[in-house]
């Protein structure tokens, strides 16, 4: 079972199209989306993977309210081995805690990880990474209103060989614990990244194909080009 | 001091528009930014007209510009605006200077000013609009507008508290803004009631924002575009006070129904999206005091321009272009619906939607690609799909995870060459759907096809 976190709200940026190649490259794999004013699935179960996308910031505070109360069960299933992919700002909800500077609003988070975050709707980031994770080379897009801050050497998702981390002062990017994954990259990851989807779902014990794979690879390997371009700006 | 300071910042910005003129150049935002960067709060120095109308929203602010600007002018009105230029404070702020007299004297009755909804801030902190409509509030550039939320904070934070408001009542991310402008009237469309929701859009509203409760649409057109009501408390989507009650494709008509009567008016295009833009403006209209017939005269004399939509009859095939914003997921996806609507049992569509300057020593983001909802291009009565320049791969992939056959597509890296891969004899609803970036190139195109055309003929 997959389970699509709260994807009616956290979707932003292309993220509801991550759900979508999954269950193209998983046709028979069972998905459940769940709704935020619904009781999680992996409460009483132990889904394969979980998936939660960028959210607006008043969802990502209502989103930490929401599981704040299931964080052992969370870490349970991370120390089970869980796949759970958190991309644009998902991530952020297993620091420690937020600052929304604009909003004047201090908020709590898991605290996974022990780092920070600092939002700000007047600092808008758009970026790129070139990096590689566990090996595989990943390309992806970038826009937040915030930077990750703290020490993530030991804990960190991939190095970016171009583009920057979870702030501008590192190469370290994203957040990962067992197989909890937390990148600030936004939500096509997968279907920009089919080798990077085949990698994902071995994690999680599915071995296929990604969908549409010569077509998907096309696509990545001319973005990949231009990435290692080095006239291009990042 | 700082007066001293406005007279050399208009002393130079007019020289420029003088400069620009002799250039045989249209003077466009630069005499503003002239002005903005010798004296930052410019805009505050100058007279206002007597009546100050402002256009924001995420889609449809040029086209209810050039409206209201339109009618007011075949009304006898002289209006200041600036669909010459650009709509973030340094073109708000040319429009009104190169209207000025050089001591800040505003020389027209009336300004139609198209503000860019981020630009809000640093343009209505100097002037109070008097009238300031707003189309809709969606999902828009991810990395200029990142989300509805923030975009409806910079509204709600500028917007002065005496203006008057126009707003789409269909649109709760639009009828809930601006809660301190107590002088609120709703516009929307009842006509063409969908039955069916519509599958696989993203939608921007799903929480009832007084209770967290969900929200049910009673019906929806398009991405959160409806009517909904809480499942948990009574918020709902308000009342309209303009409403278009009746749509006759056949005769071209629509009909407005306010408490004051009722007006039918000529459609003078038929996309649902401009319905909504018609309803908005003729509901302001008539706030400002303008009679239905007045507003109806306009419709009737054609004189509306149509900047982003034009057409080609080359006798044996014709070929309509449509601006197409790039980067903005949800204007695409309507583009791409009202070609599958459009006449046509075997159509071509060529894409030319990519952000040229986006892709010079860069990789465009291709994310908002994945907001789009490429269903229409899936109808059977569109037999080609084309699509040309950089991007043409990551469309291609998505055209594949939309369930579009790869036979009915074509890939081209570049855009230059694209018109000559469309097959005249075969296709005969040729649609040209190209990026602000790329009108030269669409322009050059319909050249192309006009001579194809006359050859044939
Ligand atoms: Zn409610």
Redesign the interface.
């Given at each position: 079972m997959i389970e699509i976190l709260f994807g009616e709200v956290c979707n932003l940026y292309g993220d509801s199209q991550n759900e979508v190649y999954l269950k193209q490259t998983l046709p028979a794999a069972e998905f459940i989306d769940t709704a935020i004013t619904d009781e999680p699935y992996f409460v009483n179960n132990t889904p394969q993977m979980i998936l939660l996308g960028g959210m607006s910031e008043h969802t990502q505070r209502r989103v930490i309210e929401k599981l704040l109360p299931l964080k052992s069960r969370i870490e349970e299933l991370i120390a089970s081995g869980t796949v759970f992919l958190c991309t644009g700002n998902a991530g952020e909800i297993f620091t420690k805690h937020i600052s929304y500077v604009t909003e004047n609003i201090e908020t709590d988070a898991l605290g996974i990880f022990d780092l920070t975050v600092k939002t700000d709707w007047f600092k808008r980031y758009n970026g790129k990474v070139l990096g590689t994770a566990d090996g595989v080379t990943v390309t992806a897009f970038r826009s937040s209103f915030s930077f990750i801050y703290g020490d993530n050497s030991d804990c960190y998702f991939l190095k970016a060989e171009r583009g920057c981390g979870i702030n501008p002062d590192t190469k370290l990017e994203g957040m990962r614990k067992n197989n909890l994954i937390c990148t600030s990259l936004l939500g096509p990851l997968l279907p920009l990244n089919p080798l990077f989807t085949e990698y994902l779902i071995k994690l999680a014990g599915f071995d296929a194909p990604a969908a549409f794979r010569d077509a998907a690879m096309d696509a990545y390997e001319q973005r990949l080009k231009e990435f290692r371009d080095p006239k291009t700006v990042f | 001091m700082s007066k001293l300071r406005f007279y050399m910042a208009m002393t130079a910005a007019k020289l420029s528009a003088v400069a620009l003129r002799l250039l045989g150049r249209n003077a466009t935002y630069l005499p503003g930014l002239i002005a903005l960067k010798n004296c930052k709060d410019f805009i505050g120095f100058l007279q206002k007209p007597e009546t100050l109308i402002c256009v924001t929203g995420t889609n449809g602010k040029t086209t209810t510009s050039n409206l209201l600007n339109t009618v007011l002018t075949h009304n006898g009105y002289k209006v200041t605006n600036n669909s010459f230029g650009s709509n973030v404070q340094a073109g708000v702020a040319a429009a009104l200077l190169l209207n000025s007299t050089f001591t800040g004297k505003h020389k027209n009755k009336v300004a139609v000013l198209e503000v860019d909804e981020r630009s809000s801030l640093l343009v209505y902190k100097y002037i109070t609009p008097d009238y300031l409509i707003c189309n809709n509030i969606m999902?828009d550039s991810?990395?200029?507008n990142?989300?509805?939320?923030?975009i409806s904070?910079v509204i709600n934070t500028a917007v002065p508290a005496q203006t008057k408001v126009f707003l789409n009542a269909d649109d709760l991310n639009c009828a809930d803004l601006m809660p301190q402008c107590k002088n609120r009237t709703y516009f929307g469309v009842e006509a063409e009631r969908p039955e069916e929701l519509p599958k696989g859009q993203?939608?921007d509203v799903?929480?009832c924002p007084v209770c967290?409760?969900?929200f049910a649409p009673d019906y929806l057109r398009f991405n959160h575009i409806g009517r909904w009501h809480c499942t948990k408390c009574d918020n709902k989507s308000p009342d309209r006070d303009y409403c278009v009650t009746a749509i006759d494709r056949v005769n071209h008509t629509f009909t407005v129904t306010a408490e004051n009567g009722e007006h039918t008016f000529r459609l003078i295009n038929d996309n649902i999206v401009n319905v909504y833009n018609f309803c908005g403006a003729i509901s302001l209209l008539r706030a400002f005091g303008l009679t239905w017939e007045q507003i109806s005269s306009a419709f009737d004399a054609g004189k509306l321009v149509q900047t982003r939509y034009d057409t080609l009859d080359a006798g044996n095939f014709k070929v309509t272009m449509i601006l197409t914003k790039g980067q903005n997921p949800i204007a695409t996806s309507r583009v791409m619906n009202y070609v599958s609507t459009c006449e046509g049992d075997n159509k071509c569509v060529l894409f030319l939607v990519d952000d040229v300057e986006d892709n010079i020593?860069?990789?465009e983001?291709?994310?908002?690609?994945?907001?789009c909802d490429y269903t229409p291009m899936a109808d059977e009565k569109i037999g080609r799909l084309i699509f040309a320049g950089p991007r043409c791969?990551?469309h291609?992939?998505?055209a594949?995870?939309t369930g579009i056959p790869?036979e009915k597509i074509v890939l081209h890296e570049t855009t230059a060459d694209a018109a000559s891969l469309v097959d005249t004899d075969t296709y005969h609803d040729i649609f040209i759907l190209y990026d602000n970036y790329r009108l030269d190139e669409a322009v050059a195109m319909k050249k192309q096809f006009a001579a194809r055309g006359e050859v044939k003929a």
């Open positions: - | 999902r991810l990395k200029r990142a989300h509805t939320e923030f904070y993203i939608r799903c929480y967290g409760g969900r020593n860069n990789s983001s291709t994310c908002w690609l994945y907001d791969k990551d291609y992939l998505r594949l995870m790869k």
